[in-house]
């Protein structure tokens, strides 16, 4: 179901999360997220939405020191990622950030790809969030890439 191009508004923090939840029932494994948007828009929030969907239990923290973190899911693992404090795009390489971009056992989310400057997967899907005021986000979706089926 990968041909969707897509745009929502969403209300809430709870109905960002509930976006989450159900987006992630249509990933695979080896699926790459990537989120763009300002600081505050709702980033982190959509991951924990996303996690819920793939069976994460437990909180879910926006990686920004770590840069990324690791959960189980039920479905299968969730890698998520925050490249906010990335100094320098080298950096990346001593991560093992390349393992990020085609995930075996599970689902990419990567916060602020813009930092990796060019370092993106063949294919992917981009979620844009644009903060519209209060709690109200406007979401623009769609897969970037080739297809492949699992």
Request: no cysteine; aromatic share 10%; glycine share 12%.
């Amino acid at each position: 179901m990968h041909e969707v191009n897509e745009e929502l508004e969403v209300g809430s923090h709870a109905a960002m999360q509930a976006f989450g939840r159900a987006f992630a029932r249509q990933l695979n494994a080896g699926d790459v997220v990537l989120l763009h948007g300002d600081l505050g828009a709702g980033k982190t929030t959509l991951t924990q939405g996303i996690a819920a969907g793939l069976g994460v239990e437990g909180p879910l923290q926006s990686p920004t020191f770590t840069l990324v973190q690791e959960h189980q899911g039920w479905v299968f693992k969730l890698y998520h990622l925050d490249l906010y404090r990335l100094d320098d795009p080298s950096e990346l390489e001593s991560m093992g950030y390349e393992t990020y971009l085609e995930p075996a056992e599970g689902v990419s989310v990567i916060e602020w790809p813009e930092r990796a400057s060019g370092w993106l997967p063949q294919s992917f899907w981009l979620i844009q969030i644009m903060h519209r005021g209060g709690d109200n986000r406007r979401l623009t979706y769609r897969f970037v890439g080739e297809v492949t089926e699992p």
